[in-house]
């Protein structure tokens, strides 16, 4: 943003940030970065009852984020706003910085850019060198 957006601008960027505040939501438009697809394969893809996946992807929509399609009797989704993978790169790299920053601070072990995570059994994340 260049310019302070108008008030009522406001509470439009509060409602698209509120619709990708939400694990499933955001699953959803990964799986649909690569392409349309129907509540069916969403829903398997991503372990969510159909029902819920219909419930985030209304979510999505009213934030201008997917739209749909009719085929035949099923409705197909995709991506109106491809800017958001934009976005969604920013916070994970800002998201890999602040981590990062935290473990040198605790003097743990720094995960290098770039390098995939794997749990212990512990549940706790644990770098992996590449």
């Excluded at 099923?74 to 981590?99: E, K, P, T």
């Amino acid at each position: 943003m260049s310019a302070t957006p108008a008030p009522e601008m406001i509470d439009k960027i509060v409602e698209r940030f509120r619709a990708l505040g939400d694990a499933s939501r955001v699953r959803l438009l990964l799986h649909l970065k690569s392409g349309e697809r129907n509540v069916a394969e969403l829903s398997a893809a991503i372990g969510l009852a159909q029902p819920s996946v219909s419930k985030h992807l209304a979510v999505l929509k009213q934030a201008g984020l997917v739209e749909c399609r009719r085929q035949g009797t099923q409705c197909v989704y995709s991506v109106v706003d491809r800017s958001i993978f934009d976005l969604c790169a920013v916070v994970c790299d800002s998201v890999m910085r602040h981590v990062r920053r935290q473990n040198q601070a605790l003097g743990l072990t720094v995960v290098p850019a770039g390098a995939s995570t794997k749990r212990n059994v512990n549940g706790k994340t644990k770098g992996i060198r590449s």
